[in-house]
């Protein structure tokens, strides 16, 4: 996942108008491949390609602007980060996103609501989360969470863009003081 802080008041917004259609707990967030590899079943392979996925995109200022619904769903589209999302899939063919739910390639998105199944709730949803759009947010890094006993448990962070060099990294390569 790739966790959106700014991104939080769209569920506060969601959960003041029914409680039940947010998951309490989970920060707002893009889910890159939703069912990921079980934890039993997770390598040190499945791991360090993670960091490398992660490593190859830059981190991102993001701008969310649309609401999305579908069958009790309420979301917001995040299109800047459908790269990232695409080649999570592509890196682990076999894993089906949301199960099929929303098709082969579901968009990059934060999920607001969930169970939103009462029309009239989804559409105050919709309603309250787009007053607050559009919504400038920033993605740094990606974090592995793993289904734990205990709920969803973070294994680790990796940061977006370590393999992009930075304004430090384009001066010491052309044999400036980067200061």
Do not use: C, K, N
């Not at 360090?48 to 999305?68: G, H, I, K």
């Not at 990059?108 to 169970?115: E, K, P, Y």
């Not at 973070?154 to 992009?164: H, K, S, V």
Request: proline share 11%; glycine share 10%.
């Amino acid at each position: 996942m790739i966790v959106l802080p700014d991104a939080a008041p769209l569920l506060d917004a969601a959960w003041r108008i029914d409680p039940a259609l947010v998951r309490r707990g989970v920060p707002a967030h893009v889910s890159l491949l939703y069912p990921f590899v079980p934890e039993p079943a997770l390598t040190g392979r499945d791991e360090e390609a993670v960091r490398s996925l992660a490593a190859r995109f830059p981190a991102a200022d993001l701008f969310l602007e649309e609401v999305v619904t579908a069958s009790g769903f309420v979301a917001v589209g995040v299109p800047g980060l459908q790269p990232i999302v695409d080649a999570f899939r592509a890196r682990w063919p076999g894993l089906r996103p949301y199960g099929g739910r929303f098709g082969a390639r579901p968009a990059a998105h934060v999920t607001v609501a969930m169970g939103a199944d009462d029309p009239a709730a989804a559409a105050r949803v919709g309603a309250a989360i787009g007053s607050l759009l559009p919504l400038r947010t920033r993605a740094a890094a990606v974090r592995l969470v793993v289904q734990t006993e205990g709920g969803w448990q973070p294994r680790f962070t990796a940061p977006l863009g370590a393999g992009f060099p930075g304004p430090a990294d384009d001066a010491s390569e052309r044999g400036e003081d980067a200061h």
